[in-house]
């Protein structure tokens, strides 16, 4: 089983700036950040994930799994890419599947069900699925 994150609704309210625009559950990227303050007041790029498919953004993610195999979310994630407008180059593809794998190495650490949230170029736990 493959573990990776995909957008949640649990915990949003915990912190003051939560949001989540995205609809459903889907998988998230780690967008680029034009600051490093997470609890920056006018621009969350610091503290949120991006919907692969809405491209909507959520300040909290969690671990799920599934028997997609690690090629088929790694084609996933650069074909989001390509379809976000990026040019289909050599570069992108590495930079796309060590971004993807970076991700899947993170997501493997936790228990399925964690929440996680983003603070800044760190992703830490916000709950642990046996926390209510
Ligand atoms: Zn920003």
Redesign the pocket.
């Known amino acids: 089983m493959l573990k990776y994150f995909v957008s949640t609704h649990r915990t949003q309210g915990e912190r003051d700036n939560d949001s989540n625009t995205v609809p459903g559950t889907e998988l998230v990227d780690i967008p680029g950040?034009?600051?490093e303050?997470p609890d920056?007041t006018?621009?969350?790029?610091?503290r949120s994930f991006v919907g692969f498919i809405s491209g909507q953004a959520t300040t909290t993610a969690e671990v799920a799994e599934s028997d997609m195999t690690p090629v088929e979310y790694i084609r996933g994630f650069h074909a989001k890419q390509i379809a976000l407008g990026f040019k289909d180059t050599p570069a992108l593809h590495a930079s796309a599947t060590n971004d993807a794998v970076h991700l899947l190495l993170l997501a493997a650490c936790w228990p399925v069900g964690i929440v996680v949230e983003r603070r800044g170029d760190e992703i830490c736990v916000r709950r642990f699925p046996d926390q209510t």
Do not use: I, V
């Open positions: 950040k034009s600051h303050d920056d006018y621009c969350a790029c610091a």
